[in-house]
Antibody
C-alpha cells in the first residue's frame, strides 16, 4: 500500500523559511523512474505545481518560485524535504506531496498540510 | 509554460446524466494529460493518466479522450458521489501545469 504524508509547521512568519517533510511508504525513491512532487493550493484557488525530485536526484522547480525552492531526498528514510525561503502571506495554503510514477503521471497524493503565514 | 484551459468552470447536472469537461493546452502535449477529482477539504484523487488510461479503482463511468491540445473527461451516468472539482494537468514538459478546475454540482 502506497501512502504519503506531509508534516511541518502550520504557522510561519513572513521572511522565514518554510520546511516541509513528506514521509512515504510502499515504494522506494531509488526505483527507476519514480519521483516525489510538491503541489500547493492557495485558498479558493487551483493547484500549483512547485517541485519534483527524481530517483536519480534530478530536480525541477516552478519557474515562478525558482530561487526560493529547494527539494532534497533521504532515500534510506523514505523522506523528501521541501524548503521555501522568504515566505510571504501569498504562500499560505495547503501543501501536498505526491508520487510521480515511472510512466510520468502523479498517481498517489498525501493528505496535505495547511500553512499560514502571519506575523 | 503550457497553459491549460478548462471549460466549463462549473456545471450542475442530475444523477444519471452524462457530462463532459474539456481541457485545452496552449501547445502540443501529446498524451501527457492527467485528470484529478478533488472534494472539499480533501486531497485530489488521480483518475486518468495518459489522456485515457484509468488509475486503479476508478469506476468505468469515467473516461478520458483526446491528444495533442484538446482533451475531454466524460462521466457517464453521473452519481451523487461524483460531486467535487475536477482538474486536468499536463506532464509533458516542465513546469507541470494544472487547469483552473471545473466544479461539478449534483442537482
Amino acid at each position: 500500500q502506497i501512502t504519503l504524508k506531509e508534516s511541518g509547521p502550520t504557522l510561519v512568519k513572513p521572511t522565514q523559511t518554510l520546511t516541509l517533510t513528506c514521509t512515504f511508504s510502499g515504494f522506494s525513491l531509488s526505483a527507476d523512474g519514480l519521483g516525489v512532487a510538491w503541489i500547493r493550493q492557495t485558498p479558493g484557488k487551483a493547484l500549483e505545481w512547485l517541485a519534483v525530485i527524481f530517483w536519480d536526484d534530478d530536480r525541477r522547480y516552478s519557474n515562478s518560485l525558482k530561487g526560493r525552492l529547494f527539494v532534497t531526498k533521504d532515500t534510506s528514510n523514505s523522506r523528501v524535504v521541501l524548503a521555501l525561503t522568504d515566505v510571504d502571506t501569498v504562500d499560505a495554503g495547503t501543501y501536498f506531496c505526491a508520487r510521480r510514477s515511472s510512466t510520468g503521471e502523479i498517481d498517489y497524493w498525501g493528505q496535505g498540510t495547511p500553512v499560514t503565514v502571519s506575523s | 509554460d503550457v497553459q491549460m484551459a478548462q471549460s466549463p468552470s462549473s456545471l450542475s447536472a442530475s444523477v444519471g446524466d452524462r457530462i463532459s469537461i474539456t481541457c485545452r493546452a496552449s501547445q502540443d502535449i501529446r498524451s501527457f494529460l492527467a485528470w484529478f477529482q478533488q472534494k472539499p477539504g480533501r486531497a485530489p484523487k488521480s483518475l486518468i493518466y495518459g489522456a485515457s488510461n484509468f488509475q486503479s479503482g476508478v469506476p468505468s463511468r469515467f473516461s478520458g479522450s483526446g491528444s495533442r491540445t484538446e482533451f475531454t473527461l466524460t462521466i457517464n451516468s453521473l452519481q451523487p458521489e461524483d460531486f467535487g472539482t475536477y482538474y486536468c494537468q499536463q506532464y509533458d514538459s516542465f513546469p507541470w501545469t494544472f487547469g483552473q478546475g471545473t466544479r461539478v454540482e449534483i442537482k
